[in-house]
Every structure is written in structure tokens, then in C-alpha cells.
């Protein structure tokens, strides 16, 4: 496997790496050890999770015991809170690896300037992190976001060693709009996130072309069988280029599928009527990772309840950097939610 330099880290990975939310959402115990040492087997080193994963740290952790813990880099991360909640998110993701030490710790989803603010503040997180990379707890400090502003911003503080964002055949703004080469300025590890655009991307070869023309880049990948990792790094590997008539049909899959593809960056919100938008809006890419029971939650349900009163205004619609028609996709996943809970008996 084609081996990639992790930025100023130095350490270097297989060029694809293991999302381990599917494991925790699609796989039972045993079957993910047997397709984490699989992953390993084939050369996959690297290999992503985070405490809002369900029990999927558990699980990896359980695959890595023992000798192959030295043959995985591991990354985790939890959300932003305050100081002493995200000191203790840190010692629960090492309880629940059963690691003494993580590879990688990051900030989940740091998109809000007043994210950014409690991450930097004197005596803030960032310090938390420090305390514990210090102690040998955590080797690096990284990110993940979906902001392009606040992603730019947090890279060039100059900190952060790693920073997982969108990259995808569907979702190219970390390079229109200055992610990629703020990372590469600084010599920040960039791991793709949701390289087939959440689930929306059916057509593998179409995925991963599209993303390992980037060379510095890792995509993260939630595999649940043996024969998609070998798929995968099949496709990595080969030298095909794309027709006109190909690229073509890829153009106009992109244009059309985008205009329903919601990049979870929140920037609709608020609603004056008090919609949780992007819960909404969103919701298709969580299910596609999560499945039924995980995605439909009470919260969930609360806000499909709110779409009836939204009004049409197109506020909402005026501030997506995507111009989606949210009013019609709110409209759209309601139906598709209800259907998908009916069916799954919630
Ligand atoms: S169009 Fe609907 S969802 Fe959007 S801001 Fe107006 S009321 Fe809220
Ligand atoms: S609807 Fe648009 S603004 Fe709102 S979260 Fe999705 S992509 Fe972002």
C-alpha cells in the first residue's frame, strides 16, 4: 500500500484509512476485530473513531490489543466543551481504547467562532490538550470542522497537527475555498473526511479518483466488509483516467444530486420560526452512516414535528452557501424520515 507522510507529524500511514463509526453502527464485537485485523493485514494503519461514536472506541480498542496496538496510529475526538468535561472526554477515550496513549485527539466539529473562543481562551482547551500531550497522553492535536472560515483560521494559528474535513467528489470546498492549502502551508495532516459525500456517492472508482489526486490526502473510509477495503485500495492504486464522455456523466451527477446535498455547516441557522435546520436537512448523511435506530432520535423527531411551521420566508435559503432549496428538502426528509421510522418500527 502507497504509504502517506501525516504533514509535520512525520509519521507515515497506509494511503487509505479505517472510519470506525460503521463498526459501531453496522458490526457487532467480533466481527469488527475480524475486519479491523483485516484492515491491518492489508496495510490500513490508520484508523479514526471518537467518543460520540457509540461503542465504536470499545470495539477498536478490543481489536487493538496486544502487539497490533504498535502497528495502528489511532485518532479520536470529542465535542467542545468546558475545561474539566474535555479533560475528562480525554480520559474516557483511553479507558474505552484500553490505550495509554491515543495518537491523535481532536476537537469534534469545531465550526462556531465561540468554539474557536473556548478552544483558545487562557486556561481554555487548547491548554487541556497541551496538559495531556505533555503527560504522553495524546502524540498530536487536531480538528475536525465543516466551516471553511473557522477551519482556515484554527490551521494557521499554527497548532493543530491534523485536521479532518469534507473532501469529496460531491463537496470541494476545502479546495475552492482555501482549507487544502492553508493545511499545506502549515504542514497539517489533511484526512478526508466523507469521501464518498456521506453515502451519496455510489460509484467507488468515482470516489476515490477523485481524492487520491490529492497526495498528501488520507480518506477516511467506514468499511463493513473485507471485499470494500480490498475494492478500495484496488482502486487507489490504479492508473485509469476517466473519459470525456465519463467525466461528463460525473458532472452532471454532481449537479444533480447537489442540489440536495447538505454539508452540515450550519451556516442556515437560525430559523425565525425555530427549526432546527440542519438536523434536518442533514439527516440523510446520518443515516446513511448510522443507520435507522441511531439517526431517528427523540430530537429528531421534535424537529420534523417543527418543519410545518416554517413559512417559506428564505432567510434560510439566503444564507446557505449552497443555495439549497431547504424549505423543499425540510419538506422532502420529513417524508423520508417518517417513512424510515415507520418501517423500522420506531
Ligand atoms: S424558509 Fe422556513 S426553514 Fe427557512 S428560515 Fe424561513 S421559516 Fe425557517
Ligand atoms: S442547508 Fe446549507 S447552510 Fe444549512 S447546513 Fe446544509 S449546507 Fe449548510
Known sequence: MKQIRLGRTGIEVGAIGFGALQIATKLNSSASTRLVHYALDTGVTFFDTALGYMDSEIKLGKALRGRRRARAIVASKAGISDPKSFARSIDDSLRRL??????????????????FNQVFADGGLMDVMHRAQKAGRIR????????????????????FDVVLY??????????????????????????SMKPFGGGRIHRADWAIDYVKQFAEVVPV????????????IRLYHRKIAFTAAQRAEMERFRRRVG???????????????GIPIKKVTFWPVIYEQMGAKASI?????????????????RKCVERCPYSLDIPGMLRGNKQHILRVAQSAGL
Open 221 to 232: 473510509i467506514g468499511f463493513e466488509r473485507p471485499e470494500q477495503i480490498d475494492e478500495v
Open 140 to 159: 498530536w492535536i487536531g480538528f475536525s470542522g465543516h466551516v471553511p472560515a473557522i477551519a482556515r483560521r484554527s490551521i494557521e494559528t499554527g497548532v
Open 297 to 313: 432520535t427523540p430530537h429528531l423527531l421534535k424537529a420534523v414535528e417543527l418543519v410545518e411551521v416554517c413559512t417559506r420566508c
Open 98 to 115: 484500553q490505550m495509554d496513549y491515543i495518537d491523535i485527539y481532536m476537537f469534534h466539529g469545531l465550526d462556531r467562532p465561540k468554539q
Open 166 to 191: 469534507p473532501l469529496s467528489f460531491m463537496n470541494r470546498e476545502a479546495r475552492s475555498k482555501g482549507v487544502l492549502a492553508a493545511a499545506r502551508r502549515r504542514d497539517v495532516a489533511f484526512l
Open 259 to 273: 442540489r440536495f446535498f447538505c454539508r452540515g455547516c450550519g451556516y442556515c441557522m437560525p430559523c425565525p420560526q
